[in-house]
């Protein structure tokens, strides 16, 4: 079955950059869209990035999304990280299963 | 504005059945992809179900065979009917619309405990 792995958390500074990786497990992860969703604690998830690269209205340009194929993973970058970017991070694609989530990342800003 | 709300969780003994709905406003629920998806505590995020604007449904493995995704076209509604209920599916049951972004419930929990 085609599993999508992320890191378990990250962390970083204010204002600074991060990377979170989804890195399939089979098959070319670029065969289908990935989205990215943001789930702050005691709240439902939100959409941040959807058909591999594209911000829904509203979700700041600090955020996008990439797909890279020699390594089989998508991306998700946010710059000039603020407080309240800290959250749940959860990529999702397809595969013969509709829906296919990664394990989730929790990205702390300190 | 597009709006879910789902509604239908609650306590349920084991073996038992369940009735999930997700009221939808701003948008037509027969018309779109919904899907729903499960939060178990201080886990992640797990499809569940799914159905498609041309009526087909996909489920997970884990609940194929006890629970049905549906939607009522009159009242704008999806539903999951839920039976033989089993401990491990007490978790928070999102549903949630694909239109190229995906638009988000604010859930409903299920726990299912003697």
């Known amino acids: 079955n085609f599993m999508l792995t992320q890191p378990h958390s990250v962390s970083e500074s204010p204002g600074k950059t991060v990377t979170i990786s989804c890195t399939g497990s089979s098959g070319s992860i670029a065969s289908n869209y990935v989205q990215w969703y943001q789930q702050r604690p005691g709240s439902a998830p939100t959409t941040v990035i959807y058909?591999?690269?594209?911000?829904p209205s509203g979700v700041p340009d600090r955020f996008s999304g990439s797909i890279d194929s020699s390594s089989n993973s998508a991306s998700l970058t946010i710059s000039g990280l603020k407080t309240e970017d800290e959250a749940d991070y959860y990529c999702q694609s397809y595969d013969s299963s509709p829906w296919v989530f990664g394990g989730g990342t929790k990205l702390t800003v300190l | 504005e597009v709006q879910l709300v789902e509604t239908g969780g609650g306590l349920i003994q084991p073996g038992g059945s369940l009735r999930l709905s997700c009221a939808a406003s701003?948008?037509?629920?027969?018309?779109?992809?919904m899907s729903w998806v499960r939060q178990a505590p201080g886990k992640g995020l797990e499809w569940v179900s799914v159905i498609y604007s041309g009526g087909s449904t996909y489920y997970a493995d884990s609940v194929k065979g006890r629970f049905t995704i549906s939607r009522d076209n009159s009242k704008n509604t999806l539903y999951l009917q839920m039976n033989s209920l089993r401990a491990e599916d007490t978790a928070v049951y999102y549903c949630?619309?694909?239109?190229?972004?995906?638009?988000w419930g604010q859930g409903t929990l299920v726990t299912v405990s003697s």
């Open positions: 058909e591999d690269n594209q911000r």
């Open positions: 701003g948008f037509t629920v027969s018309s779109n992809y």
């Open positions: 949630a619309r694909v239109a190229g972004t995906t638009d």
